[in-house]
């Protein structure tokens, strides 16, 4: 089996579309792909108790979770037939309407891609040691909990 | 034994920091009981536990220089 | 019903990484958004009979498509809980590793989101009329035929 | 009757040209039948037919003005 290099996952604060497409351009020279499927999280601007969200600050067991995104990675090159596949979470404060998670799956079909991606993101979401405050405008904050 | 304790999330803010030492412990259960008796707060809390960034089903027998941590719910995405 | 406008899903030429890092970058004004799926479709570098396909160039009824993709769009937003939709296909030609086909998908929750861009991007395979040919380096080439 | 008839994709080889006009047909089953009388190669294709861009189920009286179309296996995405 091909050795995939672990790579660095956290990124410090939003991913910006420019960064994506910067992502998605890379992949043209890999021609024997013919499905992308990119998940975006994006923080919401909820309610709570009639304040807004103005911000998630996420933090991590950073050490833990990159060995789960790497176990995560293995299983999912092993489950699907995949080309290539990305992760990136922040780290740090992501304000309302910007991304904090990038997932993107490439495969030669789009059945592959599409259950690759939406597997990939249920473990991240169950598994991956990562927390968020939602900060709202006057700085109080309460521990964001998954759905 | 020393086992060094790792603290996340909401957990932090209880303990009042991030990282803390306890002694005399053989293994998770007894950390766990340990810091809950220190810190009653933390009976109230839901939270999972790992020895070397494993996740401890059970209990776990604690060996010298394991790093524990205690995890709250996971929120990512 | 809040009455949507239909947009143009046709572009001439390959979809860049560009186009889609603006689409992402719009949605950031829409707070209530928590989850994208972006389906990209690539041209792959199909080998066929020893010759290597070097583009595909798609033609559509247009006017029947177009009707189709309002149609679509109707339907997915009656069928799923969502916030936004986008549809762009490619007419003309388009190379072995450029994107022809971007469906994006945003909702609150991700299983909208998901289940919404993969029964899209099934609807459009299946049911609007598009064509390529698949174009060999010695510029002879095949109808494609999907999969 | 004059009906116009497009075609699209593989069949506007078979055909020389995108669209024609056919006269003398009632429904799209014989517009059908007069075409692949005259284009002998359509009776090897596989196609739908759309009368004003929907797709005609088995066979479709034709109005004045209908556009018929002979779409071959959509191949989008």
């Known amino acids: 089996m091909k050795e995939r290099k672990p790579h660095k996952v956290f990124l410090t604060g939003p991913i910006t579309p420019q960064f994506i497409a910067d992502s998605i351009a890379k992949h043209s020279i ?4 013919g499905a992308h499927d990119i998940f975006l999280g994006q923080v919401r601007r909820d309610v709570i108790e009639n304040k807004a969200v103005h911000a998630i600050e996420y933090s991590a067991y950073e050490e833990m979770a990159e060995e789960k995104f790497h176990e995560l990675r ?12 990305h992760i990136y979470h922040s780290k740090g ?5 910007e991304i904090c998670l990038f997932v993107f799956v490439s495969s030669k079909h789009r059945s592959s891609a599409f259950e690759a991606c939406r597997w990939i993101v249920e473990e991240i979401k169950n ?3 990562i927390w968020g405050k939602e900060i709202f405008e006057d700085e109080t904050y309460v521990w964001k909990e998954n759905s | 034994m020393n086992s060094r304790v790792r603290l996340f999330g909401s957990l932090v803010e209880i303990v009042g920091k991030s990282e803390l030492n306890v002694s005399g412990c053989s293994d998770t259960q007894e950390v766990k009981e340990k810091l809950a008796s220190e810190f009653p707060q933390l009976r109230k809390c839901e939270f999972l536990i790992s020895v070397d960034r494993k996740l401890v089903k059970n209990n776990q027998r604690l060996e010298p220089g394991n790093e524990i941590a205690f995890l709250p719910p996971f929120a990512g995405g």
Chains 1, 3 share one sequence.
Do not use: R, S, W, Y
């Not at chain 1, 890999?30 to 792909?33: A, V």
């Not at chain 1, 293995?74 to 596949?85: G, P, R, S, V, W």
């Open chain 1, 93 to 97: 404060k992501v304000k309302a309407g």
């Open chain 1, 30 to 33: 890999k021609t024997t792909i």
């Open chain 1, 74 to 85: 293995e299983a999912a090159f092993a489950k699907f037939q995949l080309t290539c596949m």
């Open chain 1, 127 to 129: 598994n991956v040691p």
